[in-house]
């Protein structure tokens, strides 16, 4: 995700020499704690990674759990995970840090948000101190963080699935399980790697191919057509003012698909709405886009349609809570 203030005057964009004296003490924090975060959580799935059949079964004891956490696969896999996703992430945030270094825009290091969340992390950020004044600026700085997010997304989750496993049906009722849902693009590569696996089995995800999951989430999410996400940018650039009407429709299309697909999207909804619609203007808006410009916006429409999940996480829409109390 991107944030963009003006909190710094700027001359046309024109941005001071990028220093490592300048304050990255937060920048720093944040990035060790996220490490911290995310590695609890690979702790956790590199733990039901290998030993899914006894933690299925509910047999295994707090003293074995103890023991096996002590297993060096476990720990190793652990550690690719933070890496692999964190790589994910910064290379996302470098990506647009350094288009706007490219084109003198004055801009901080990605920020990472530690959270106790499914992932470890709510992701990182970068702020944008001083205005974008031209189309094209605004929309290779909106691009150049998915398609980066995408370009190292995807080699993790393929080879990452070819280091998953199928599984036999995991009763929900014995084990606390999340199936998450699936975008395109790990359908692809699953009919590929798995192909005579029976229809009632479920692909359990390695950390690597998770790792690459959470990247083309968060490619996805960030292409929605809203004020200071990268969508944003790039359907402004595209659009001008008439990409208010987008994100409009888009707003209602969050309300369905948290009614029919996942709640989150009721939060997500909430969240835009808090940071605001509206995209700044800038100075050249009548000026079109280049035609190479144009063919990489249909480029990034078919990453977003390969990466887009409509159920993040499966069984939690509003219509499923619901049922479940009401039933």
């Known amino acids: 995700m991107q944030e963009e203030t003006q909190e710094a005057p700027a001359q046309m964009g024109m941005a001071p020499p990028f220093s490592l004296k300048r304050k990255v003490w937060l920048n720093i924090v944040l990035f060790v704690l996220t490490i911290f975060s995310t590695l609890f959580v690979g702790i956790s799935l590199s733990l039901n990674f290998k030993y899914t059949e006894v933690i299925a079964q509910n047999n295994l004891s707090a003293l074995d759990l103890v023991e096996k956490l002590k297993d060096p696969q476990v720990i190793s896999l652990s550690i690719i995970y933070v890496v692999v996703l964190l790589g994910i992430l910064l290379g996302h945030e470098m990506g647009h840090f350094l288009t706007c270094r490219y084109y003198k825009i004055n801009a ?3 920020y990472f948000i530690p959270a106790p969340t499914l992932i470890g992390t709510f992701g990182a950020f970068i702020k944008i101190k001083s205005p974008i004044t031209r189309k094209q600026q605004l929309f290779d700085i909106g691009v150049a963080g998915p398609l980066t997010g995408f370009i190292l997304s995807v080699p993790a989750l393929a080879y990452g699935l070819s280091l998953s ?19 395109l693009i790990l359908k692809f590569f699953a009919a590929m790697i798995f192909k005579d696996i029976p229809p009632d089995y479920s692909i359990y995800l390695h950390p690597v191919a998770f790792a690459g ?11 929605f057509p809203f004020g200071q996400l990268d969508g944003g940018h790039i359907s402004y650039a595209l659009f001008g003012k008439k990409s208010r009407n987008l994100t409009r429709f888009f707003l209602g299309v969050f309300i369905v698909m948290g009614i029919f697909f996942w709640v989150g999207w009721f939060i997500w909804a909430f969240l835009l709405l808090f940071m605001g619609l509206k995209h700044p203007p800038v100075q050249d808006g009548g000026a079109p886009l280049s035609p190479g410009r144009k063919f990489i916006s249909y480029v990034v429409i078919l990453i977003f349609i390969l990466s887009f999940i409509p159920d993040p996480i499966k069984g939690l829409s509003l219509f499923d809570i619901l049922k479940e109390f009401l039933f």
Not at 168 to 174: H, L, N, Y
Not at 176 to 182: I, L, P, Q, S
Not at 213 to 222: D, F, P
């Open 108 to 110: 901080t290091l990605p």
């Open 165 to 183: 496993k199928a599984v036999p049906p995991i009763a929900r009722d014995e084990v606390f399980v999340y199936f998450f849902g699936e975008p």
């Open 213 to 223: 999951w959470v990247g083309i989430l968060v490619t996805a999410l960030n292409l």
